[in-house]
T-cell receptor, first 109, second 112 residues
Framework: KQEVTQIPAALSVPEGENLVLNCSFTDSAIYNLQWFRQDPGKGLTSLLLIQSSQREQTSGRLNASLDKSSGRSTLYIAASQPGDSATYLCAVRFGDMRFGAGTRLTVKP | EAGVAQSPRYKIIEKRQSVAFWCNPISGHATLYWYQQILGQGPKLLIQFQNNGVVDDSQLPKDRFSAERLKGVDSTLKIQPAKLEDSAVYLC??????????FGQGTRLTVV
């Protein structure tokens, strides 16, 4: 069964810290992996898409890596800000697209 | 470019009533997804369309849920009859086959 797991479920950090969010998946035969941000009561905003042939993608302060062989991806956020507070979701496209439960991030001023 | 449009944004119904949600994907996107997101959980895939054909509906409760995609563009998701546990946000997304997926704002359903 194809499953996606995100650890930790919640994370609280002071402003300015660098942080890492983790995503693991059970089947290495993936097409791509996408990181999303979700603010309370809102839809999902795409942050980064990594194709199966890629190792990492960067956008501003965000860097996502992909290691298919170990079934892992990480989202690195540099110099965190209070505006980064949200739930971060990892979605893996096996054929269909499956989500983890998310990591709820709070960045304290 | 216009994003994924969903309506209505909010809906409150009594149990055993029926309800329908509408989604208009980004123009040209062949793949359309419907997800159910219960509070505090990640989205769960209900059904995935490629053009107007169903790719995956293994998690769709077919005794009460149905979905169709008209002419490979707009899509509707229907629940009949609704149960209390159907209270959730229903999210629609679209993509160019295996490309980046984009989501609508969702429809928040409350069943009382």
């Amino acid at each position: 069964k194809q499953e996606v797991t995100q650890i930790p479920a919640a994370l609280s950090v002071p402003e300015g810290e660098n942080l890492v969010l983790n995503c693991s998946f059970t089947d290495s035969a993936i097409y791509n992996l996408q990181w999303f941000r979700q603010d309370p009561g809102k839809g999902l905003t795409s942050l980064l898409l990594i194709q199966s042939s890629q190792r990492e993608q960067t956008s501003g302060r965000l860097n996502a890596s992909l290691d298919k062989s170990s079934g892992r991806s990480t989202l690195y956020i540099a110099a965190s800000q209070p505006g980064d507070s949200a739930t971060y979701l990892c979605a893996v496209r096996f054929g269909d697209m499956r989500f983890g439960a998310g990591t709820r991030l709070t960045v304290k001023p | 470019e216009a994003g994924v449009a969903q309506s209505p944004r909010y809906k409150i119904i009594e149990k055993r009533q029926s309800v329908a949600f509408w989604c208009n994907p980004i123009s040209g996107h062949a793949t359309l997804y419907w997800y159910q997101q219960i509070l505090g959980q990640g989205p769960k895939l209900l059904i995935q369309f490629q053009n107007n054909g169903v790719v995956d509906d293994s998690q769709l409760p077919k005794d009460r849920f149905s979905a169709e995609r008209l002419k490979g563009v707009d899509s509707t998701l229907k629940i009949q009859p609704a149960k209390l546990e159907d209270s959730a946000v229903y999210l629609c997304a679209s993509s160019l086959s295996w490309g980046e997926a984009f989501f609508g704002q969702g429809t928040r359903l409350t069943v009382v």
